[in-house]
């Protein structure tokens, strides 16, 4: 019995809008199948040549940021279930790591980050695109409360980064993208019906 093509489906939307929610409630509701989850924010370019200094300067949310022709080409060797070595970005050390994660095909591959339908090849690729709509003032909430909780960074640094760069990349590169949208889902995880929706969309298409 030949094998179905894996089915991609993308998930994004801006910092803090629920996307990983969203991406983990259609995991869980799967557990019977083959289902993966690739994060875009582990394609984040190798910087090892730059100097440490030059390497803050990073500006993670600008589509230059990203190695997409590397996760294009793992997407690609996936879909034809091929076994792909998916990197580990070490935020610590702004570079690539020198360690890999070794990442099995699957089914069902859901690809999640804030600017996966920024890039046409990328959308191409997918048979399902989700966008997470989520007030801006629920997502700054959101990752103030992560970044000090998990992250140990200050209130004002928070505040600095967003209003100089996230807020800024959000309206430039991702809002944008919501165009390219099949379904676009407010309020996140917490959007029970718009998941369920989903959810029985991936089913038919798993049954066909």
């Known amino acids: 019995m030949t094998k179905h093509k894996p089915i991609i489906i993308g998930v994004t939307g801006g910092s803090g809008s629920g996307k990983t929610s969203v991406s983990r409630a259609i995991l869980n509701h799967f557990p019977e199948h083959s289902i993966m989850m690739l994060e875009h924010d582990s394609y984040y370019k190798d910087q090892s040549h730059l100097a440490f200094e030059d390497r803050l300067k990073t500006n993670y949310d600008h589509p230059l940021a990203f190695d997409t022709d590397l996760l294009i080409e793992h ?103 919501k165009r390219y949208a099949d379904v676009i889902v407010p309020e996140g995880g917490e959007n029970h019906v718009a998941i369920d929706l989903i959810n029985t969309k991936v089913g038919s298409i798993l049954e066909d």
């Open 75 to 177: 997407l690609s060797k996936l879909l034809n279930y091929e076994t792909i070595e998916k990197p580990v970005y070490d935020y610590v050390k702004h570079t690539r790591s020198e360690e890999t994660v070794i990442q099995e095909p699957k089914e069902v591959i859901i690809l999640e980050g804030i600017l996966i339908l920024e890039d046409e090849r990328l959308r191409e690729l997918m048979d399902i695109k989700i966008y997470v709509d989520t007030d801006d003032d629920i997502r700054i909430i959101r990752r103030i409360k992560r970044d000090m909780e998990e992250r140990g960074r200050t209130l004002d640094s928070i505040i600095e980064q967003y209003l100089s760069v996230v807020k800024p990349m959000y309206n430039q590169f991702i809002e944008p993208t």
